[in-house]
């Protein structure tokens, strides 16, 4: 299963992935080509995390999400 005929979606909006490198369930190789087929987009990867990044290590997600708030500027 794949996302990537449905990325087109987000064309032209600010977009922040978030993934950790030892998810078992969708594995980081897909966030590096949803990174790919999204131009402009952001992707940060987590060493040692699995598929629940938010609760495995909140402060990171909290860190990374502030960081892409303020430093992107608001779409028209």
């Not at 952001?42 to 598929?51: F, N, P, W, Y």
């Amino acid at each position: 299963m794949s996302a990537l005929s449905r990325l087109y979606l987000n064309a032209g909006l600010p977009t922040q992935l978030i993934w950790g490198d030892s998810d078992g369930i969708i594995p980081v190789s897909h966030g590096y080509a949803a990174h790919e087929a999204m131009p402009g987009s952001r992707l940060a990867v987590l060493d040692g995390i699995g598929h629940y990044p938010h609760l495995e290590d909140p402060a990171a997600v909290v860190g990374i999400i502030d960081d892409f708030v303020s430093t992107t500027p608001a779409r028209r």
